[in-house]
């Protein structure tokens, strides 16, 4: 082979394997396997929950935002005639925000929330006002300042920057109040990353608090419901949405009770009736790790050869 013919013949190497690893890397995180993105409920009867996922990878079991909405859609599926359905980042189909009960938020916040972008916020509050119900997982309640008050009237109260505070800290919830989102709800313990001080709509009207929680280093709190981390707002649209500013790692999925308040709260905000003893949630904890979406490939580098 000729020099020539060799250089040639390196640089196609080179630009092949250029092209997979910027194939491999736009593609991003997938689904766990036997989940499919965007699949319409076959049974149109069914109470379709929307679930989205940020595809952004942090590291395995902490802001595993695929993974969480993984074990959410097997929690909610659990209940008879509720249709899980999941998207990343955003829905692609048109057809999958359609006849939606509810939509479960869950990616990242503040300046990169996806609500910001586009005419997603439009619509969702459109949504909202004909009455689908709205979830808010973690980061999805910090909001850039000038977006609270819109916000808040779909969540009824948000994460603000400069004047809300976050920390991790374990904490164990032995007592909670009489509400649909709490039936069944046993004593749990939990590692999380909770985002705190939030403001409220005013008057806190409609807002229900479900889980309080101390920073334990003693950070003085500036009101009556700054250890407020959990919560369901009966909104002035008559929809519902349920907040929790925890769900930080996905160990906590090994709390049953955990467990049942945030699969609850999602069928709760869907209007579906929800037992005394609250919604099933079989789940076996040794297969929690199955869910872990895994680090993606790091793109090799080539070497090209030169010519000699």
């Not at 005639?81 to 990242?108: C, H, M, Q, Y």
């Not at 709260?265 to 929690?288: F, H, N, Q």
Request: glycine letters at 10%.
């Amino acid at each position: 082979m000729s020099r020539i013919s060799l250089f040639l013949a390196n640089c196609m190497v080179a630009l092949v394997a250029g092209f997979w690893a910027s194939e491999a890397a736009a593609q991003g995180p997938k689904l766990p396997a036997g989940y499919g993105l965007e699949e319409q409920p076959k049974d149109a009867k069914a109470a379709k929950i929307v679930f989205i996922a940020g595809s952004n990878y942090f590291k395995a079991g902490e802001h595993d935002y695929i993974a969480a909405v993984a074990v959410l859609a097997d929690l909610a599926k659990q209940t008879p005639n509720v249709a899980p359905v999941i998207a990343l980042d955003w829905p692609k189909d048109p057809k999958t925000l359609e006849g939606a009960r509810s939509v479960v938020f869950f990616f990242d916040g503040g300046d990169k929330h996806g609500l910001l972008k586009g005419d997603r916020l439009a619509t969702i509050k459109k949504l909202a006002e004909g009455g689908t119900g709205l979830v808010f997982f973690h980061q999805t309640v910090d909001v850039p300042k000038d977006f609270g008050e819109r916000f808040r009237e779909l969540a009824g109260g948000a994460y603000e920057k400069g004047f809300s505070q976050r920390a991790h800290w374990i904490d164990t919830f032995k007592i909670f109040p009489d509400h649909p989102i709490t039936r069944g709800v046993t004593q749990f313990k939990i590692d999380d990353g909770w985002l705190y001080q939030s403001r409220f709509v005013p008057g806190m009207k409609g807002v229900t608090p479900l889980l309080r929680t101390t920073n334990p280093k003693g950070a003085k709190l500036k009101g009556e419901t700054d250890d407020v981390v959990a919560w369901a707002y009966d909104r002035a649209d008559g929809g519902r949405t349920f907040s929790f500013t925890g769900a930080h790692l996905h160990a906590s999925f090994a709390e049953e009770g955990y467990c049942r308040l945030l699969n609850n709260g999602i069928l709760w905000t869907a209007k579906i009736d929800l037992p005394t003893a609250g919604a099933p949630v079989a789940l076996e904890s040794d297969r929690l790790s199955q869910y872990l979406t895994p680090a993606p490939a790091k793109a090799k580098k080539t070497p090209s050869k030169e010519m000699p």
